[in-house]
């Protein structure tokens, strides 16, 4: 018969297996969704090292990142807001539209102590950008994903502002012409910014009082 301090020395060296009686539920899609985004963000670049990085249009980068943030009602909103929340972007730097939209992000971001923000390749983020499209049906960067203090999606923000998705839209240059592309860097440098952090901050409010949804630009929305 064994000893009880063999017994016991036994016990100690052998390993513990756990039993799962029953086989654990599947995740729902909703969890399957959040925590592919809570992975995509943490695995996503911080602000200054893809600023760092970017190559194409760098002057252009730099120079948006060092103009100063004009809409102080909108910053002032933003810091009024409960809670912590998250963008998750995906944007590439050689992106007209990113470049002048993203670095005005990134300063409201700065100026606000319950928003973070971290950015991922087109290549990382497809699958949000493909089920994310702009009005005219196209996956496009940027993509701005908000997510809450709990990871999930509380609303997303397409490609460009509004008023300029309008004006593409009624052009038929939603991907790009080069009339277009001349008409839009005029507009983008004489907004400098301050449609895009508006529009992100209304986006923010709206989910903060539970109003979630996509803004995809010339007046149209996605819940």
Do not use: H
């Amino acid at each position: 018969m064994l000893s009880l301090a063999l017994l016991l020395s036994l016990s100690m060296a052998s390993p513990t297996v756990a039993v799962r009686c029953e086989p654990a539920p599947a995740p729902s899609a909703d969890e399957t969704r959040d925590s592919t985004l809570v992975a995509l963000y943490d695995a996503g670049q911080p602000w200054t090292e893809f600023l760092g990085a970017a190559r194409a249009r760098r002057a252009q980068w730099l120079e948006n990142a060092a103009r100063p943030l004009a809409p102080a009602d909108a910053v002032a909103r933003a810091r009024a807001l409960p809670g912590r929340w998250r963008l998750l972007v995906v944007a590439v730097d050689s992106c007209s539209d990113s470049v002048n939209t993203i670095p005005f992000l990134a300063q409201l971001v700065a100026a606000v102590p319950q928003l973070d923000m971290r950015v991922i390749s087109p290549r990382a983020g497809r699958a949000l950008m493909e089920a994310r499209r702009t009005p005219d049906g196209r996956a496009a960067t940027p993509t701005v994903i908000v997510l809450d203090e709990s990871g999930a999606e509380a609303g997303c923000w397409i490609e460009r502002p509004a008023a300029l998705q309008a004006i593409a839209m009624a052009a038929g240059a939603g991907g790009g012409t080069a009339a277009f592309a001349a008409q839009k860097a005029s507009w983008y440098a004489s907004d400098a910014g301050a449609s895009t952090v508006a529009e992100v901050v209304g986006l923010l409010e709206r989910a903060a009082a539970g109003t979630r949804g996509c803004d995809l630009g010339a007046g149209q929305t996605r819940q």
